[in-house]
């Protein structure tokens, strides 16, 4: 398939262990910030969600937390597995918007 | 997999051609957004189509331009190709402009030479 990206950032992670992937967003208007998964010749796949008014919010094996102070997002992976090989973008988006901004993307790579 | 399809998966040009590229909304959904997606970053908004019309669009020139049709598949026609137009290029449908729960296609990937 094809390369999402080939200088982004690498977290390479043993399997089992938990990954943390980390984003700075820029613009404190934004009320919504969305996780998302990207494999090899695929589009990005919604992951987790967070409201402006949370600071952490659990999914299966996915915790995303937001500072608003210091503008910063992070997904935990728990138990990382091969499967979550692939690069993850942090998205924003203002309330009442329909413009998703994106940042510029993690790759992970799951070692077995 | 979602059920948003795009076509064709892969496109060759050359400068200064014109390309459309193609999207079928998931069931149910009437939005559909297009992106841009360099090689190595993320996708780049360039518009919204919202019951057959723009509904905002992102920081692209006007040789960007879309069309949605009554059954809300939409098109993406570029003009003037250029090199840096080289990308994927992936659309995402919705319901009522809600893209927090938007299903991405699996893109077309476009090559100007």
């Known amino acids: 398939g094809e390369s999402v990206g080939l200088h982004l950032p690498t977290l390479s992670v043993q399997e089992g262990d938990n990954s943390i992937i980390n984003c700075a967003y820029s613009?404190?208007?934004?009320?919504?910030f969305i996780w998302y998964k990207q494999e090899s010749g695929k589009g990005p796949q919604f992951i987790i969600d967070i409201r402006s008014n949370m600071d952490k919010r659990q999914g299966q094996r996915v915790t995303v937390l937001l500072n608003k102070t210091v503008k910063h997002l992070s997904l935990q992976i728990a138990a990382t597995q091969p499967g979550d090989s692939a690069v993850y973008f942090c998205a924003e988006l203002k309330a009442a918007g329909n413009k998703l901004t994106f940042g510029g993307g993690t790759r992970v790579l799951v070692k077995p | 997999e979602t059920g948003v399809t795009q076509s064709p998966t892969h496109l060759i040009k050359t400068r200064g051609q014109q390309v459309t590229l193609r999207c079928s909304s998931q069931s149910g959904h009437n939005t559909v957004s297009w992106y841009q997606q360099a090689l190595g970053q993320g996708p780049q908004f360039i518009f919204q189509?919202?019951?057959?019309?723009?509904?905002g669009r992102g920081n692209f020139p006007p040789r960007f331009s879309g069309l949605q049709f009554p059954n809300y598949s939409s098109e993406l026609n570029v003009n003037a190709l250029e090199l840096d137009d080289s990308a994927l290029y992936l659309c995402?449908?919705?319901?009522?402009?809600?893209?927090?729960?938007?299903?991405f296609g699996p893109g077309t990937r476009l090559l100007v030479l």
């Open positions: 189509y919202y019951r057959e019309e723009e509904n």
């Open positions: 995402a449908s919705s319901l009522a402009g809600l893209v927090e729960t938007q299903y």
């Open positions: 613009n404190s208007a934004s009320d919504y």
